[in-house]
């Protein structure tokens, strides 16, 4: 190996996120104590990209995998391997799943070093939720299978977000709710959650989508009713319900308020695929104009914590692990991969990311390597 690393990275402008460049970095082979460089094999990119985006100076994703003045580096859930390692107990050659940069190499700051992983404890790390910094030892995962890799990188970050969202209601019996009303159904988060919804066999699910989604919505079979965003009068307002809201946007969230009012028990705020009609500060929970709940923004690791003390560690992994394993099964039905390397490539599916003509039935797996 030479004694250098050429690293080379995606970037948006934090403040004008259709703007984007490849920037290039020299690394010194030769590490410091307790680095580790890692090499990024493919990452998924999905609509939660976009929602690092919408929250990146509020809840710190930018702080990540800084970068220079107004550019940002989104994290990405995927793969890589360890190329070069001066931590005792990490090895070159190991291959480790977690939260990466949109990039060809992380160097890290290695600590916390056990049989199942290892964390990225630099500098500017302190004060970020912890289980953003870990990385999974993929030999000593449960459910290790390279067949599901890309499915694994596509719904892993996603499904863990929707399982302690339903895990959280179900914790709270629902508010004394109902039904659930989710928006942005055709997303893969949305359809996570009503496949963890399903699991439970509680509340139904309703799902409010596009009229262009609705078919493919339907034709999932997960959730119990589908309804279109202008057919949202039509719902019994009498019925006690919550709204988990992947769309963010302002428009479609009064309109649930205002039909429901006090019959919203809960408003969650998750996700923001209509970033676009979002305003102000998507963290605000405050608005005094709507009925019902107040909107409050879902911050996953709380739940987290709270179930490892609840159960411990060990057990909040099993059952979560389980349930991913049956939800992977079921997005092979639904969901074709493609892959996709190389920088224009990159520029050309973040963008359809972001303007939201994705195909809701693609996966797109990522890599900057040429």
């Known amino acids: 190996m030479s004694e250098n690393t050429t690293l080379r990275a995606f970037e948006v402008n934090r403040a004008h996120w259709q703007q984007t460049r490849i920037v290039e970095e020299t690394l010194d082979n030769a590490l410091q104590d307790n680095q580790v460089l890692l090499a990024v094999d493919r990452f998924a990119l999905t609509a939660n990209n976009i929602s690092y985006c919408v929250t990146g100076d509020l809840l710190g994703y930018w702080r990540f995998f800084p970068a220079a003045r107004e550019w940002g580096r989104i994290p990405a859930m995927g793969y890589a391997d360890v190329v070069v390692s001066n931590c005792p107990g990490i090895a070159a050659g190991e291959r480790v799943w977690g939260f990466l940069p949109m990039a060809t190499h992380l160097l890290i700051q290695a600590g916390k070093v056990n049989d199942h992983g290892f964390s990225d404890v630099s500098a500017h790390r302190a004060g970020l939720a912890p289980v953003y910094a870990s990385f999974d030892r ?139 009609e979002l305003s102000g ?39 979560l692990s389980e349930s991913l394993a049956r939800f992977l099964g079921f997005g092979a039905q639904f969901l074709t991969v493609q892959h996709h390397s190389g920088a224009q490539a990159m520029d050309q599916c973040y963008q359809q990311m972001l303007a939201g003509t994705a195909d809701a039935a693609t996966g797109y797996v990522m890599s900057l390597n040429e």
């Open 138 to 276: 993929v030999a000593a995962a449960p459910h290790n299978d390279p067949a599901v890799e890309d499915l694994t990188m596509l719904l892993r970050g996603l499904f863990t977000t929707s399982w302690l969202v339903e895990d959280f209601m179900f914790d709270n019996d629902h508010f004394d709710a109902r039904q659930y009303l989710i928006t942005s159904a055709s997303s893969k988060t949305s359809i996570a959650l009503a496949f963890a919804v399903r699991e439970r066999g509680i509340l139904p699910a309703v799902a409010l989508t596009s009229t262009a989604n609705k078919a493919f919505v339907e034709d999932l079979g997960c959730y119990d009713r589908v309804v279109t965003y202008d057919e949202i009068a039509t719902l019994d307002a009498a019925i006690p319900s919550v709204v988990v809201d992947m769309a963010g946007s302002d428009t479609i969230l009064a309109a649930i308020h205002h039909h429901f009012g006090e019959q919203l028990r809960f408003s969650s705020k998750v996700g923001a695929t209509h970033y676009a």
């Open 281 to 319: 500060d998507p963290l605000d929970s405050r608005d005094d104009a709507l009925p019902g709940a107040e909107p409050v923004f879902f911050f996953a690791p709380a739940q987290i914590e709270k179930r490892t003390g609840d159960w411990g560690p060990g057990e909040v992994m099993r059952r």
